[in-house]
């Protein structure tokens, strides 16, 4: 009997065989069915595969607004533009031959009095206004006693302007006041986050864009790189909700390690250090609301650079340039200038201007 047993058993490689094999097809077809499941969760709560953006705005003429640039990576082209949004509502802006958007009817005719540098991003710039619903435009009109340079550029940050100051000084005349605009959201463009890119991307259709971009080094100081603005889908992220929804969970996570406010802060530092030492009057301008904005403010301030809160309720009916586009709107923009304006007479400056 016992021999007899031991003829009916499979031996023990076929046994051992038959279990890999079994476990081969039962742990894909295990895998294929939680990665179901979890796609399935990922669709009811609301995500959906990453569809790239595509931007419907024309620009005429030419169809572009920006040109690369060695050092700022890219700048408004010069010349006057019509912008059409999606809906049909259209908007007019000048860029001078040095780029910068006008802030009075002809760059000609520009007085020879104390500069006043307004850098910043497309809130600044004035994005879906005409020239003269700009911030900077309306400041030219309540401080006649300035000439007012609006250096806002769509997209730009931090980092931006300070590199902006640095090609600008060996152009223009030193100024005497600099006002540097600060937006919570100038934190992930100034480190040029994944994020960042995958929400930019789409507007190299208006030209060329290049970023730069910083991190701090093991001293804390600010290191400067380049790099094309572009953005690369994961695999299978414009296929699977699920794929996508763990993308933005690492954009997130990267968002929060990437330390976009302490470089923002270093940067602000170093470039308030350089306008004290060539006698300027340097200004932090806090143009959005909220915690990130003010903890940045307070810390300029406990370090002696001047700032002001300059900021509007941009959740108040009218402040954005709705149902056209979410940039301030018009009134928003007159507030900023009024504020800035209300600010800088206070200072009562007397500091020395010229080359």
């Not at 497309?122 to 006649?144: C, I, K, R, Y």
């Not at 934190?187 to 986050?193: A, F, G, P």
């Not at 470039?271 to 060539?278: D, S, V, W």
């Not at 609301?289 to 003010?294: E, F, L, N, P």
Request: net charge positive; proline share 8%; charged share 20%.
């Amino acid at each position: 009997m016992p021999a007899s047993r031991a003829a009916t058993s499979p031996p023990p490689a076929r046994r051992l065989r038959r279990r890999r094999l079994a476990l081969l097809i039962f742990l894909p077809l295990t895998l294929l069915l939680l990665l179901g499941l979890l796609e399935g969760l990922a669709r009811a709560l609301g995500h959906r595969p990453f569809v790239p953006a595509t931007l419907h705005v024309r620009v005429e003429p030419g169809g572009r607004l920006f040109q690369p640039h060695p050092q700022l990576g890219y700048t408004h082209l010069p010349g006057a533009f019509t912008v059409t949004l999606p809906d049909g509502y259209t908007f007019r802006m000048t860029h001078d031959t040095n780029t910068l958007r006008l802030t009075h009817p002809s760059s000609s005719l520009r007085a020879a009095r104390p500069g006043l540098w307004v850098m910043g991003c497309s809130f600044v710039h004035g994005w879906s206004l005409n020239d003269e619903e700009t911030m900077p435009w309306q400041l030219q009109t309540l401080l006649p006693e300035y000439e007012v340079f609006n250096f806002g550029v769509n997209g730009y940050g931090t980092l931006h302007a300070w590199l902006q100051y640095q090609e600008f000084r060996r152009q223009l005349p030193k100024p005497r006041v600099v006002v540097v605009d600060y937006a919570y959201f100038h934190d992930e463009r100034n480190v040029l986050t994944r994020a960042r890119r995958k929400a930019v991307a789409p507007y190299n259709r208006l030209g060329p864009i290049h970023q730069p971009w910083a991190r701090l080094d093991q001293h804390g100081c600010v290191e400067v790189q380049h790099t094309p603005l572009d953005y690369v889908p994961w695999p299978g992220q414009q296929t699977f909700a699920l794929v996508n929804w763990l993308e933005q969970g690492y954009c997130a996570l990267e968002t929060r390690w990437s330390r976009g406010q302490a470089v923002s802060l270093a940067v602000l530092q170093q470039f308030a250090r350089q306008c004290r030492e060539e006698g300027i009057f340097f200004v932090v301008a806090g143009i959005t609301r909220g915690k990130d904005t003010a903890r940045v403010l307070q810390n300029c301030a406990e370090r002696g650079i001047a700032t002001v809160d300059i900021s509007v309720s941009l959740s108040e009916p009218g402040s954005r340039n709705l149902p056209h586009d979410d940039h301030p709107s018009a009134r928003s923009q007159a507030e900023y200038a009024r504020k800035l304006a209300a600010f800088l007479r206070a200072q009562k400056l007397n500091l020395p201007s010229g080359k």
